[in-house]
Protein backbone atom coordinates (compact mmCIF):
# COMPACT_ATOMS: atom_id res chain seq x y z
CA UNK A 1 0.00 0.00 0.00
CA UNK A 2 2.98 2.26 0.80
CA UNK A 3 4.54 1.46 -2.73
CA UNK A 4 1.53 2.56 -4.47
CA UNK A 5 1.21 5.64 -2.69
CA UNK A 6 4.13 6.83 -3.36
CA UNK A 7 4.41 5.72 -6.64
CA UNK A 8 1.19 8.25 -6.73
CA UNK A 9 2.46 10.88 -5.14
CA UNK A 10 5.69 10.39 -7.21
CA UNK A 11 2.61 10.43 -10.89
CA UNK A 12 0.63 13.28 -9.85
CA UNK A 13 4.40 15.61 -9.11
CA UNK A 14 5.37 14.67 -12.11
CA UNK A 15 2.49 14.96 -14.26
CA UNK A 16 0.34 18.06 -13.12
CA UNK A 17 3.05 20.10 -10.91
CA UNK A 18 4.57 22.35 -13.63
CA UNK A 19 1.52 23.07 -15.53
CA UNK A 20 -0.18 24.56 -11.71
CA UNK A 21 3.27 26.30 -11.16
CA UNK A 22 2.37 28.20 -14.51
CA UNK A 23 -1.34 28.23 -13.31
CA UNK A 24 -0.19 29.62 -10.20
CA UNK A 25 3.09 32.23 -11.15
CA UNK A 26 0.77 33.97 -13.69
CA UNK A 27 -1.71 35.28 -10.91
CA UNK A 28 0.26 35.63 -8.02
CA UNK A 29 3.86 37.16 -9.79
CA UNK A 30 6.21 35.27 -7.12
CA UNK A 31 7.80 32.10 -8.08
CA UNK A 32 8.48 31.27 -4.18
CA UNK A 33 4.48 32.42 -3.28
CA UNK A 34 3.80 29.88 -6.32
CA UNK A 35 5.87 27.06 -5.06
CA UNK A 36 4.54 27.07 -1.59
CA UNK A 37 0.69 27.17 -3.19
CA UNK A 38 1.57 23.93 -5.78
CA UNK A 39 2.78 22.67 -2.84
CA UNK A 40 -0.26 23.41 -0.03
CA UNK A 41 -2.47 22.04 -3.37
CA UNK A 42 -0.72 18.63 -3.39
CA UNK A 43 -0.80 18.61 0.03
CA UNK A 44 -4.99 19.79 0.73
CA UNK A 45 -5.60 17.09 -2.28
CA UNK A 46 -3.57 14.25 -0.86
CA UNK A 47 -5.36 14.58 2.65
CA UNK A 48 -8.83 14.39 0.54
CA UNK A 49 -7.77 11.98 -1.69
CA UNK A 50 -10.31 9.45 -0.53
CA UNK A 51 -13.25 12.33 -0.99
CA UNK A 52 -12.34 12.56 -4.44
CA UNK A 53 -14.98 10.83 -6.37
CA UNK A 54 -13.81 11.05 -10.28
CA UNK A 55 -17.44 13.31 -11.21
CA UNK A 56 -14.49 15.70 -12.08
CA UNK A 57 -10.79 14.56 -13.77
CA UNK A 58 -8.26 14.51 -11.55
CA UNK A 59 -6.69 16.81 -13.24
CA UNK A 60 -9.78 19.03 -12.85
CA UNK A 61 -9.78 18.83 -9.53
CA UNK A 62 -5.89 19.70 -8.38
CA UNK A 63 -6.96 23.21 -10.55
CA UNK A 64 -10.25 23.83 -8.24
CA UNK A 65 -8.26 23.47 -4.89
CA UNK A 66 -5.32 25.72 -6.44
CA UNK A 67 -7.73 28.61 -7.91
CA UNK A 68 -9.17 28.10 -4.00
CA UNK A 69 -5.67 28.61 -2.26
CA UNK A 70 -4.79 31.46 -4.68
CA UNK A 71 -8.07 33.22 -4.30
CA UNK A 72 -7.45 32.55 -0.21
CA UNK A 73 -3.84 34.26 -0.85
CA UNK A 74 -5.65 37.37 -2.40
CA UNK A 75 -7.96 37.57 0.60
CA UNK A 76 -4.90 37.87 3.09
CA UNK A 77 -2.89 40.15 0.70
CA UNK A 78 -6.13 42.41 0.49
CA UNK A 79 -6.22 42.29 4.11
CA UNK A 80 -3.00 43.25 5.03
CA UNK A 81 -3.38 46.09 2.22
CA UNK A 82 -4.45 49.27 4.17
CA UNK A 83 -3.80 51.93 1.94
CA UNK A 84 -3.81 52.00 -1.42
CA UNK A 85 -6.87 54.12 -3.38
CA UNK A 86 -3.96 56.70 -4.61
CA UNK A 87 -0.91 55.47 -4.39
CA UNK A 88 -0.28 56.00 -7.96
CA UNK A 89 0.13 58.31 -10.52
CA UNK A 90 -2.71 57.34 -13.16
CA UNK A 91 -3.82 60.61 -13.12
CA UNK A 92 -1.15 61.65 -15.10
CA UNK A 93 -2.62 59.94 -18.54
CA UNK A 94 -4.95 62.91 -18.64
CA UNK A 95 -4.65 66.78 -18.50
CA UNK A 96 -6.09 68.94 -16.36
CA UNK A 97 -9.32 68.89 -18.44
CA UNK A 98 -9.67 65.18 -18.15
CA UNK A 99 -8.07 64.72 -21.65
CA UNK A 100 -5.33 62.18 -22.88
CA UNK A 101 -2.07 64.14 -22.68
CA UNK A 102 -0.31 64.26 -26.20
CA UNK A 103 2.33 61.20 -24.84
CA UNK A 104 -0.12 59.12 -22.99
CA UNK A 105 -2.88 58.94 -25.63
CA UNK A 106 -2.93 55.50 -27.11
CA UNK A 107 -1.58 54.87 -30.32
CA UNK A 108 -2.63 52.26 -33.19
CA UNK A 109 -0.85 49.49 -32.55
CA UNK A 110 -1.34 47.72 -35.94
CA UNK A 111 -2.69 44.43 -34.99
CA UNK A 112 -6.02 42.49 -35.63
CA UNK A 113 -7.54 43.40 -31.65
CA UNK A 114 -9.87 40.63 -31.55
CA UNK A 115 -7.24 38.05 -32.42
CA UNK A 116 -5.50 35.75 -29.90
CA UNK A 117 -1.83 36.23 -29.93
CA UNK A 118 0.34 32.96 -29.98
CA UNK A 119 3.93 34.69 -29.31
CA UNK A 120 5.71 33.72 -26.55
CA UNK A 121 7.17 37.02 -26.27
CA UNK A 122 3.90 39.20 -25.99
CA UNK A 123 3.23 36.90 -22.48
CA UNK A 124 6.87 37.52 -21.03
CA UNK A 125 6.32 41.27 -21.06
CA UNK A 126 2.48 41.17 -20.09
CA UNK A 127 3.50 39.50 -17.16
CA UNK A 128 6.90 42.44 -16.41
CA UNK A 129 3.96 44.74 -16.95
CA UNK A 130 1.64 43.32 -14.88
CA UNK A 131 4.20 43.16 -11.79
CA UNK A 132 4.59 46.75 -12.37
CA UNK A 133 1.20 47.51 -10.98
CA UNK A 134 0.64 48.57 -7.90
CA UNK A 135 -0.30 45.54 -5.76
CA UNK A 136 -4.17 46.03 -5.29
CA UNK A 137 -4.55 47.19 -8.90
CA UNK A 138 -3.00 43.84 -9.76
CA UNK A 139 -5.01 41.26 -7.29
CA UNK A 140 -7.96 43.20 -9.09
CA UNK A 141 -6.77 42.58 -12.76
CA UNK A 142 -5.78 39.08 -11.84
CA UNK A 143 -9.04 38.09 -10.17
CA UNK A 144 -11.15 39.64 -12.71
CA UNK A 145 -9.03 38.96 -16.09
CA UNK A 146 -7.65 35.66 -15.29
CA UNK A 147 -9.89 33.70 -12.62
CA UNK A 148 -13.29 35.39 -14.41
CA UNK A 149 -14.52 36.15 -11.03
CA UNK A 150 -18.14 38.57 -10.46
CA UNK A 151 -16.99 42.06 -9.22
CA UNK A 152 -18.89 41.02 -6.39
CA UNK A 153 -16.80 38.14 -5.80
CA UNK A 154 -13.73 40.41 -5.57
CA UNK A 155 -15.04 43.15 -3.44
CA UNK A 156 -15.85 40.59 -0.82
CA UNK A 157 -12.93 38.37 -1.23
CA UNK A 158 -10.02 41.89 -1.19
CA UNK A 159 -12.59 43.50 1.62
CA UNK A 160 -13.32 46.88 -0.76
CA UNK A 161 -15.89 48.94 -2.28
CA UNK A 162 -17.48 48.56 -5.48
CA UNK A 163 -16.51 52.31 -6.37
CA UNK A 164 -12.77 51.09 -4.75
CA UNK A 165 -12.99 47.94 -7.10
CA UNK A 166 -14.05 50.05 -10.55
CA UNK A 167 -10.77 52.68 -9.60
CA UNK A 168 -8.93 50.09 -9.23
CA UNK A 169 -9.63 47.79 -12.71
CA UNK A 170 -9.69 51.49 -14.18
CA UNK A 171 -5.96 52.32 -13.02
CA UNK A 172 -4.84 48.61 -13.62
CA UNK A 173 -6.17 48.81 -17.08
CA UNK A 174 -4.67 52.09 -17.94
CA UNK A 175 -1.36 50.84 -16.24
CA UNK A 176 -1.10 47.93 -18.20
CA UNK A 177 -2.01 49.03 -22.36
CA UNK A 178 0.75 51.81 -21.82
CA UNK A 179 3.33 49.41 -20.61
CA UNK A 180 2.54 47.29 -23.26
CA UNK A 181 2.54 50.16 -26.21
CA UNK A 182 5.64 51.17 -24.66
CA UNK A 183 7.12 47.59 -24.28
CA UNK A 184 5.96 45.33 -26.65
CA UNK A 185 4.10 46.67 -29.91
CA UNK A 186 6.73 48.58 -31.97
CA UNK A 187 5.01 51.82 -33.82
CA UNK B 1 -28.12 69.29 -24.66
CA UNK B 2 -24.39 69.23 -25.88
CA UNK B 3 -23.08 69.39 -22.48
CA UNK B 4 -25.39 66.65 -20.89
CA UNK B 5 -23.57 64.33 -23.31
CA UNK B 6 -20.21 65.63 -23.06
CA UNK B 7 -17.65 63.46 -20.94
CA UNK B 8 -14.31 63.48 -20.41
CA UNK B 9 -11.78 60.77 -21.72
CA UNK B 10 -10.66 59.97 -18.24
CA UNK B 11 -14.52 59.14 -17.34
CA UNK B 12 -14.90 57.09 -20.86
CA UNK B 13 -11.89 55.01 -19.76
CA UNK B 14 -13.65 54.64 -16.34
CA UNK B 15 -17.06 53.67 -17.83
CA UNK B 16 -15.46 51.36 -20.74
CA UNK B 17 -14.75 48.78 -17.48
CA UNK B 18 -18.34 49.18 -16.23
CA UNK B 19 -19.66 48.94 -19.54
CA UNK B 20 -17.75 45.29 -19.92
CA UNK B 21 -19.43 43.84 -16.50
CA UNK B 22 -23.25 45.15 -17.93
CA UNK B 23 -22.97 48.05 -14.73
CA UNK B 24 -23.83 50.84 -16.76
CA UNK B 25 -26.62 52.97 -16.63
CA UNK B 26 -28.33 53.97 -19.85
CA UNK B 27 -27.37 57.45 -19.49
CA UNK B 28 -23.70 56.73 -19.34
CA UNK B 29 -24.15 54.34 -22.21
CA UNK B 30 -25.66 57.21 -24.31
CA UNK B 31 -22.78 59.27 -23.27
CA UNK B 32 -20.03 56.69 -23.76
CA UNK B 33 -21.12 55.98 -27.29
CA UNK B 34 -21.35 59.55 -28.26
CA UNK B 35 -17.97 60.04 -27.06
CA UNK B 36 -16.34 56.92 -28.25
CA UNK B 37 -17.99 57.88 -31.82
CA UNK B 38 -15.57 61.12 -32.19
CA UNK B 39 -12.72 60.40 -29.90
CA UNK B 40 -10.25 57.97 -31.90
CA UNK B 41 -7.90 57.49 -28.38
CA UNK B 42 -10.99 56.49 -26.35
CA UNK B 43 -11.98 53.81 -29.17
CA UNK B 44 -8.49 52.75 -28.97
CA UNK B 45 -8.34 52.48 -25.17
CA UNK B 46 -11.50 50.23 -25.80
CA UNK B 47 -10.02 47.94 -28.52
CA UNK B 48 -7.21 47.55 -26.45
CA UNK B 49 -8.74 46.63 -23.37
CA UNK B 50 -10.61 44.10 -25.20
CA UNK B 51 -7.31 42.86 -26.39
CA UNK B 52 -5.66 42.30 -22.86
CA UNK B 53 -8.70 40.77 -21.57
CA UNK B 54 -8.81 38.44 -24.31
CA UNK B 55 -5.11 37.41 -24.20
CA UNK B 56 -4.25 37.62 -20.30
CA UNK B 57 -6.34 34.21 -19.35
CA UNK B 58 -4.05 32.69 -21.99
CA UNK B 59 -1.02 33.77 -19.95
CA UNK B 60 -0.63 30.52 -18.05
CA UNK B 61 -0.30 28.34 -21.54
CA UNK B 62 2.18 30.64 -23.29
CA UNK B 63 4.87 31.01 -20.59
CA UNK B 64 8.13 29.18 -19.71
CA UNK B 65 8.22 28.20 -16.17
CA UNK B 66 8.58 24.89 -14.54
CA UNK B 67 8.89 23.82 -10.73
CA UNK B 68 12.97 23.28 -10.08
CA UNK B 69 13.54 19.59 -9.28
CA UNK B 70 14.33 21.16 -5.39
CA UNK B 71 10.66 21.88 -5.14
CA UNK B 72 8.77 18.79 -6.72
CA UNK B 73 11.22 16.42 -4.51
CA UNK B 74 9.95 18.74 -1.33
CA UNK B 75 6.62 18.46 -2.31
CA UNK B 76 6.98 14.57 -2.57
CA UNK B 77 8.81 14.47 0.48
CA UNK B 78 6.22 16.66 1.67
CA UNK B 79 2.61 14.27 0.70
CA UNK B 80 4.70 11.03 2.03
CA UNK B 81 5.07 12.85 5.47
CA UNK B 82 1.62 13.16 5.52
CA UNK B 83 0.32 9.66 4.85
Not at chain 1, 9 to 15: E, G, L, M, S
Not at chain 1, 74 to 84: D, E, F, T, V
Not at chain 2, 56 to 65: D, F, L, N
Request: aromatic share 10%; net charge positive.
Amino acid sequence: METKNKLQATDWVNNYSDALYKYTVVRVSDTGIAEDIVQETFLSAWRNKDNFKGEASEKNWLYTICKNKIIDYYRKKGSSIISYANEDASDNFFDDAEHWTKNDSPKEWGINYQQQVEKKEFYTILEKCKGKLQQMQQSVFVMKYLEDLETEEICKVLGITSSNYWVLIHRAKLGLRTCLEKNWVNI
Amino acid sequence: MKKLFNITCKHTTYLISKKEDRKIRLIDRLKLQMHLGICSACKLFENQSWFIKLNAKQSHEHITASLSSEAKEKIEIALKNAQ
